[in-house]
């Protein structure tokens, strides 16, 4: 069972500290708090990028305001899914610096499949894609800083 007093006590501690998210488990539940998106899709337009619709749906116990998941990505002109970054931080490919990438450019990913992990604060994020297809390209070399809003991968989904 999971006990709504100390959700909202890290709730508190997450939004009076410096950190962008927690995550925690716990007797076999997993608890993330996040201020920032977990991910957020673009795609591309005459004019640049624009940000797609984003749905608010909170992990169960949190408050809608710490989390937000984006809905699938519209197709840009050239048909790719443009996955960007949430957050700033450090882009790792690989899960170990001697393990390999979770993926390469041309592997078929299923929405879900970890695509890299962002080190913020400390604190590994696993980024996920949010749509089937194959990776068109890699946007950041391993280890590299990014921005928020960063383009990190390219699928296209058909």
Known sequence: MI?????RRL???VDG?????????RFGTRVRIAKSPPLIVTSGT???????PVSHSPPVGAAP???????PPAEADSGLAEIVSPMVG??????????????ETGDRVAKGQT???LEAM??????EAEVSGTIREICVENADPVEFGQVLFRIDPS
């Not at 006990?3 to 959700?7: G, P």
């Not at 305001?65 to 809905?71: D, F, G, I």
Request: with cysteine.
């Open 115 to 117: 695509l890299c992990i």
């Open 65 to 71: 305001s710490h989390a937000v998941e984006s809905s």
């Open 17 to 25: 500290s410096g950190i962008d998210s927690l995550e925690i488990s």
């Open 11 to 13: 709730i508190d501690m």
């Open 122 to 127: 400390k604190l590994m994020n696993e980024l």
């Open 46 to 52: 005459a004019s640049g990028a624009a940000e797609a």
């Open 3 to 7: 006990d709504l007093d100390w959700i």
């Open 90 to 103: 450090t882009f790792y490919r690989s899960p170990a610096p001697d393990a390999p990438p979770y993926v």
